[in-house]
């Protein structure tokens, strides 16, 4: 083995710089460039700029105490009636206090009913809604929010868990900017111990979302307001109308909203903690609807926003080039790369793949740690996580990769996201006539 490794190195200090970036040309130009030291600088720069930005945030939340707006905390879902005294009653704990709390119930089966009737009957929640009949996670909250009264909405999911300034945290964007038309919270890993599943998500979750999304943030090209977390001005949900039926009702509407004009904004500091997936399986299950969503609503029903109309944005040109650029076509050059290698360094198998294992583990480890210094919560100790960090290329550079191709196939060519159990098949069926 290490005259193996002594002749691998002896064969790239021999073919010089040139023919090594030929090799590894994927690693090089889209892995680290991009996903390490570009969203660097930008958090770079979004760090020197924080003494600004915090003047600026005291200003705004010493409006939005002024004001003190009501704000509509709306929680659709099926079946939550075991979550929802402990969040109404942490609901209590929040820094803001002007807010109604809403539940929407979509055609629960078990005792959800009868367990909020009597969370509203002492004063735990201030409206309980119910559909008799399920109609969907979009359909419960648009109900929600059509009987919503407050100037903001919240929308949260039942199963999390939110820090005791997390309901300020979110509203005080809308305070800096008044084109802000949603906010979306920061979502931590609640249960990364429970399995390496939970782990790994956490990682992720820690480096390639939460970092992602304050540098895409800060770039004007955030897209995605989580449904765990995220705000949005009632004007602004007026305007597209609520929630779309989805999977993928969370980037739809927030897509939506960029098409209108409005800036979305994330902030890292108004923390959820929620429960992921806990075996491998289960997480297919979610990535595979996550995934489906980008080609139905990017690639399908939002392509105008690569069109030279009217209402063209050159931010959302950006952030929907940026989306399927990394999402999809990296995907699909990362094929590429695998055949390009089997195909023209057929000899040099044996070699180039542990290297690039190498490589992506350095990175993994370099990432991990660099961008800890810009996270101001975490979940967990660092050192916690550094032993998990090798199984990191695994997991994100071929348990993910190929549960995203087999979704992107799903979805382009079969359209298979209509038929996910996530929806009623009548809601879905619907969808699939109207084109959404």
């Known amino acids: 083995m290490i005259e193996i490794v002594d002749e691998f190195f002896n064969y790239i200090s021999a073919v010089g710089p040139t023919k090594l970036l ?160 949603a906010v979306g919270g920061n979502i931590l890993v609640r249960n990364y111990k429970e399995s390496l599943c939970t782990t790994l998500q956490a990682i992720e979750y820690s480096d390639t979302i939460s970092a992602g999304r304050i540098t895409s943030s800060y770039l004007g090209i955030y897209r995605l307001v989580s449904g765990a977390f995220g705000a949005f001005t009632k004007e602004a949900l007026d305007r597209v109308g609520g929630w779309d039926i989805g999977p993928g009702l969370d980037g739809d509407i927030t897509v939506k909203l960029r098409k209108l004009g409005y800036k979305i904004v994330f902030e890292p500091d108004a923390i959820c903690q929620t429960n992921v997936p806990n075996t491998f399986k289960k997480l297919v299950k979610q990535r595979l609807r996550w995934d489906k969503s980008i080609i139905r609503f990017r690639v399908r029903k939002h392509r105008d926003v690569f069109y030279p109309n009217a209402t063209f944005r050159f931010s959302n040109f950006i952030s929907s080039f940026e989306n399927i650029t990394y999402n999809i076509l990296l995907n699909i050059k990362w094929w590429v790369y695998m055949f390009d290698m089997a195909i023209n360094y057929t000899s040099l198998l044996g070699f180039i793949f542990p290297f690039n294992i190498l490589l992506y583990t350095a990175n993994n480890f370099l990432k991990f740690l660099v961008f800890s210094l810009f996270r101001k919560r975490k979940n967990a100790s660092i050192i916690y996580f550094i032993p998990y960090l090798p199984c990191m290329v695994l997991y994100f550079g071929f348990y993910l990769r190929l549960v995203r191709s087999i979704a992107y196939v799903q979805e382009f060519f079969f359209k298979k996201s209509y038929e996910d159990s996530w929806n009623p098949i009548k809601s879905s069926s619907h969808a699939k006539k109207l084109g959404i």
Request: proline share 2%; charged share 30%.
């Open 22 to 181: 030929r090799i590894f040309w994927f690693f090089v130009f889209f892995e680290f460039a991009r996903f390490f030291i570009f969203e660097l600088a930008v958090l770079i720069i979004w760090k020197i700029r924080e003494p600004q930005r915090k003047e600026r945030y005291d200003n705004a939340r010493r409006r939005l105490f002024i004001e003190r707006p009501l704000v509509s905390v709306i929680v659709p879902g099926k079946n939550e009636g075991k979550h929802i005294y402990k969040l109404a009653n942490s609901l209590k704990e929040q820094t803001y206090t002007n807010f109604e709390f809403i539940v929407i119930d979509d055609g629960s089966d078990d005792d959800t009913e009868r367990i909020c009737k009597s969370l509203q009957k002492n004063g735990f929640i201030d409206l309980f809604l119910r559909n008799d009949v399920r109609g969907g996670k979009a359909s419960a909250a648009n109900l929600g929010y059509r009987f919503s009264k407050g100037k903001i909405i919240v929308h949260l999911d039942a199963d999390c868990s939110y820090d005791s300034d997390a309901i300020e945290k979110i509203i005080v964007p809308f305070y800096l900017d008044e084109d802000i038309g």
